[in-house]
């Protein structure tokens, strides 16, 4: 059995501003580090064996601040990335019309110099297949990014990707799977009760 305990990186004030953030690496704010912080002492309770972190800096620092209260060090792994918005990073998604937000976030199109939701799913795939063959009978945490950890949740469950964004998660939310025989449980999704 695994048990895969999945989540967002804090807020930041790209996050406020609804501004697609991708690649580019952006702080966290103030709530963001309360938030990483009150995920922290929340998953201190927790028997952790490893703690995953993609390399953008939110997911980083919040992976520091859940590893602070275990002997670990979060391992950066750039699979765990968000999606690459490539020309569309920095966008205010408020500035865009519906049509536009539709062909940004739609699942087969690639933007330029960026990645389509298939590539990033790719990712997720390899990743979780690389959890289940070193953590047999362990506990993982997983610190990752809005599509990624969305796409990695549609695979998990066999949800059609096309609807990816209608799963929910939340900046330091918990989403909890156990992963027996092949077959994964959702124990609770985007679960945000330990954040004030």
């Known amino acids: 059995m695994t048990r895969i305990i999945l989540t967002r990186h804090g807020r930041t004030e790209w996050n406020t501003r609804k501004k697609i953030m991708g690649h580019k690496s952006i702080p966290l704010d103030e709530t963001g580090v309360r938030q990483a ?15 995953y972190s993609s390399p953008l800096s939110r997911a980083e620092d919040t992976a520091k601040e859940i590893a602070r209260h275990h002997d670990l060090a979060p391992v950066i792994i750039p699979d765990v990335a968000e999606r690459d918005y490539g ?24 933007p330029k110099d ?28 997983i610190v990752g990014h809005g599509t990624f950890n969305r796409l990695l949740l549609s695979h998990l469950f066999n949800w059609p ?26 124990v609770r999704l985007n679960d945000t009760s330990h954040l004030t």
């Open 114 to 141: 960026g990645e389509s939701v298939l590539e990033v799913a790719d990712r997720a795939i390899s990743f979780l297949k690389m959890i289940l063959d070193q953590h047999k009978e362990e506990t993982v945490v």
């Open 87 to 110: 020309e569309h990073t920095g966008v205010e998604v408020n500035d865009l019309t519906d049509e536009e937000l539709e062909k940004i976030f739609h699942f087969k199109i690639k």
């Open 37 to 51: 912080q009150e995920l922290g002492e929340t998953l201190a309770k927790e028997k952790v064996h490893a703690i």
């Open 161 to 186: 990707l096309k609807d990816h964004r209608k799963v929910k998660q939340e900046n330091c939310a918990i989403t909890e799977i156990i992963i027996e025989d092949g077959k994964p449980r959702l």
